[in-house]
DNA sequence: ACGAATCGTAAGTGATGACTTACGGTAAGT
DNA sequence: ACTTACCGTAAGTCATCACTTACGATTCGT
């Protein structure tokens, strides 16, 4: 029940961007804002959100907070893509199998 | 470059369940909107939107449009969270061992 | 040929959310 | 202790989008 928060948290371009920054290792709320086209606050919503959605993990160390990729919440999004796409194909055969049927009818 | 599409389409609820109606094989507009809580126009906007994002094939059919789940499209944005997993994996075990040598310090 | 069915599109409305500035709170440095 | 740095939250504004009703186009049945 939590991939539908993770969806929606990744849906926004912004916060896609805020997690490829993120790919590499932790970083500190100023060194993800940095190079961004937005304010700090704006970035500290985001984040909210996508902790929220547990797609990422907070650490306060001393003054800062660092925030990390949970590579738990990227699997429960994984794992539902997997089993629709598994549906999908499986579909997909059953209806070339129909057609192949219809035509040598 | 499609995955943002199919990502924002999928962060639609009515959308997912849209999806979820297309499991198990395809489906006409009016059989897709039936049970659903919403108009068919509304339907209609929304197979749109997921047809633009690569998730449905769309197969005139005499009087009707029959709907289905385009595994390609599904596909795009499984591999972007299989290398986003991966990546986040990566950063976990590096955090991991930085920990763990401070600690034996 | 005519009526009914199926579907897409246009126009308009209401709600959600992404952003800004301003402020408060906590930790580090001197 | 006082200042500085880092960060979250509140309040307000503006754009986006999901939905509705109304309408037009195409196809099937009689």
Sequence with gaps: ???????????????????????????????IAD????????VSQHLRVLSDAGLLTVTPQGNRRLYAIAPEGVDDVRKYLDTLWDDALAAFARAANEKAKGRTK
């Design 1 to 31: 029940m939590a991939y539908e928060d993770a969806i929606t948290a990744l849906a926004d371009p912004m916060r896609r961007q805020i997690i490829e920054k993120l790919r590499t290792g932790a970083l500190p709320v100023a060194g």
């Design 35 to 42: 190079g961004l086209p937005v304010s700090r606050p704006a």
